[in-house]
């Protein structure tokens, strides 16, 4: 023990006499700061005296510290730009923990996403029931949902009972067009060799040999995605309700978890962010039932079989922009190229584009007004990362978050009050 506590001394007298030496140099450099012992005593004696006839002291020595001399043989644009990095990097660590989250999380913040979508459209029907009919929150709410819901189910019954009705018409079309597909390939201007058309038919076929394991084990997590599926649905029934019922009340709680001063300005932002996402969500309803409609009744004077389900597969994709309009559109021209043979598939070509070019430079910009535009190439990036993060259904929430960040950013940002827009339209071409 007396061996310890004579180490411990011995550290301790080393620190002290470290801590003078320091001192000194410390002292002796201030001194050579100010030019000298000599510079030093003559200002003492030449200070003069203050008012009271006392005479003041000499200015206390400081030498320059080693942090400031450092900065000074930095360049001022070298720290800014160092003072925007470490800030970047902070937001960028951030925005990875935000998105890791929402992947983890996907099965719950997706579900929920698609409640604000839905809360968004039909809460002006609910805010009316509310207001001009005095019904009570709950009964709105839920006789709207309900209302909703019974719309959903009955175009899915629409489109199964015709697929089951019109299977064998389905089966013998599909034949046909095979055929008719085989034969254009030959004598059409391709003039491809039987042989060809053969090995390409073969190579399918073994490919779908190959991966049959792989159709098996997907088959077999059916049951698992199919409960999924459902608790994410009944989540989004729930969400919806509670969102239309007590939405308001919702939002002034999370608005008090930010700080007093800033509880206002967050509060207006949301009111914009929102009214926003609503414009969006029905200005893009509106437009997807047009391009179905449009390219449903083309398909039908084709006499196509699935004319119906595949106007019902138009509306659906309208609502992931650009991506979607281009993916029914192809799927509606490749089963008319089954079904009806090249030459209708061609004009049903020419219908698509031809829907797709008025929805794009006529219904968007009449009907979405005045609107805050979306660079296409935010949306093909936001759109990828939703597929990422989520698969599908993150490719159908991502333009809509886009589009209330977007609007949220801005009005944060510009620190006014601004109309909230109308509208969103995801621009076309670069503003």
Do not use: C
């Amino acid at each position: 023990m007396g061996r310890l506590q004579r180490v411990g001394s011995g550290f301790r007298r080393f620190y002290s006499a470290t801590r003078a030496t320091m001192r000194e140099r410390e002292r002796e450099a201030s001194v050579e700061a100010l030019g000298g012992p000599e510079i030093i005593a003559k200002q003492a004696v030449e200070s003069p005296q203050s008012g009271n006839g006392v005479r003041a002291d000499p200015p206390i020595a400081t030498a320059p510290s080693v942090s400031s001399r450092d900065d000074s043989e930095v360049s001022k644009e070298l720290r800014i730009a160092a003072a925007y990095a470490w800030r970047l990097i902070i937001l960028a660590v951030a925005l990875a923990g935000v998105l890791y989250l929402v992947g983890r999380l996907s099965h719950v913040v997706i579900p929920l996403a698609i409640a604000l979508l839905l809360s968004a459209l039909l809460g002006p029907l609910v805010r009316f029931l509310r207001v001009k009919a005095k019904f009570p929150p709950s009964l709105a709410a839920g006789l709207v949902l309900v209302a909703g819901l019974a719309a959903v189910i009955g175009t899915l019954t629409l489109v199964v009972t015709q697929i089951v009705d019109k299977f064998d018409v389905l089966s013998r079309n599909a034949t046909v067009g095979a055929t008719r597909v085989r034969d254009w390939l030959q004598d059409g201007p391709l003039k491809l060799e039987t042989r060809q058309i053969d090995n390409a038919i073969e190579t399918a076929q073994n490919w779908l040999t190959e991966n049959q394991g792989r159709f098996v084990s997907t088959a077999q997590s059916t049951a698992t995605a199919t409960i999924e599926a459902l608790a994410a649905f009944f989540l989004v029934l729930f969400a919806t309700f509670f969102f239309m019922r007590d939405g308001d009340r919702i939002w002034r709680f999370l608005v008090r978890i930010f700080p007093r001063r800033a509880e206002e300005q967050v509060h207006d932002a949301g009111v914009a962010a929102w009214a926003t996402l609503g414009a969006y969500v029905r200005a893009t309803v509106l437009v997807a039932f047009i391009d179905a409609l449009g390219i449903g009744i083309g398909l039908y004077f084709l006499k196509v079989t699935l004319w119906f389900p595949l106007a019902a597969l138009v509306f659906l994709f309208a609502f992931v922009p650009i991506v979607g309009a281009t993916l029914s559109g192809a799927v509606a021209v490749l089963v008319t190229l089954v079904e009806r043979g090249p030459w209708q598939a061609l004009i049903a070509l020419i219908i698509v584009i031809a829907v797709q070019q008025l929805e794009g430079h006529v219904l968007q910009p009449l009907i979405m007004g005045r609107a805050v535009a979306i660079h296409p190439l935010a949306v093909i990036v936001g759109i990828a990362a939703g597929v990422v993060l989520a698969g599908i259904m993150g490719a159908l929430v991502a333009v809509p978050i886009i589009a209330v960040l977007n609007t949220a950013v801005r009005f944060l940002v510009l620190k006014r009050k601004e109309a909230p827009p109308d509208s969103v339209v995801v621009a076309s071409e670069a503003p």
